[in-house]
């Protein structure tokens, strides 16, 4: 087999390697944003959902943006105002 045809052979595996591996660290910049703005963890759906967006182009900012204009964040930050 000539190095071209390992190149082929390696590289499917590569690149799945790295999707993983960049998978989990969108994972865990996503989780963040969560803990951060919601005091909570995030569900599977969710990350699942931020995730994809990050991998599709969806910038940190527009996700963030998401999540501090939820109704969530809204009763979050209304109860803390009151305390």
Same mark, same amino acid.
């Given at each position: 087999?000539? /190095?071209? !045809? *390992? ?7 590569? $690149? +799945?390697?790295?999707? =993983? ?8 910049? /996503?989780? !963040? *944003?969560?803990?951060?703005?919601l005091?909570?963890? $995030? +569900?599977?759906?969710? =990350? ?36």
């Open positions: 087999m000539t /190095a071209g !045809g *390992w190149i082929c052979l390696i590289s499917p595996l590569v $690149a +799945t390697i790295l999707i =993983l591996l960049g998978g989990t660290r969108l994972t865990r910049r /996503a989780a !963040g *944003w969560y803990q951060q703005f005091r909570r963890p $995030a +569900t599977t759906a969710e =990350l699942n959902n931020n995730v994809a967006a990050l991998q599709r182009g969806t910038t940190d900012q527009q996700l963030i943006a998401n999540i501090i204009g939820s109704p969530e964040y809204e009763q979050l930050a209304i109860k803390n105002a009151t305390s």
